[in-house]
């Protein structure tokens, strides 16, 4: 399974960015997605997640009400996309996608449960 991310770049505080994730590969079907993103000199967290069956979403708290993931609905594409909205200079960060296979509920949030990677696309906000 490979991810290809994409979609990063600046954006003042308040703007909007939409970032894709492309998933390809023998097993990429029915892949639970997430984001996770890295600001400087801090750990990796969770953003946002997307159960493949069933569409069930989750996210950080600090991102709820302003970022939106989805799937698309061609199913030949493979993508996902987080939608993010009302950006602040703390959003900023390098974005990662991940996916793997039939995640429990109870793990989304963390990134070890998560076994293909993408490779990053940076978000920089500025104030």
């Known amino acids: 399974v490979q991810l290809q991310a994409s979609g990063g770049g600046e954006v003042q505080a308040g703007g909007s960015l939409r970032l894709s994730c492309v998933v390809s590969g023998r097993a990429s079907s029915r892949l639970d997605m997430g984001w996770f993103r890295q600001a400087p000199g801090k750990e990796r967290e969770f953003v946002a997640a997307?159960?493949?069956?069933?569409?069930?979403?989750?996210?950080s708290d600090s991102v709820k009400g302003r970022f939106t993931l989805s799937r698309d609905r061609d199913s030949a594409k493979n993508t996902v996309y987080l939608q993010m909205n009302s950006l602040k200079p703390e959003d900023t960060a390098v974005y990662y996608c991940a996916a793997n296979q039939r995640i429990i509920i109870s793990a989304y949030r963390q990134a070890s449960s998560y076994n293909y990677w993408g490779q990053g696309t940076l978000v920089t906000v500025s104030s």
């Open positions: 997307l159960r493949w069956s069933g569409g069930t979403t989750f996210y």
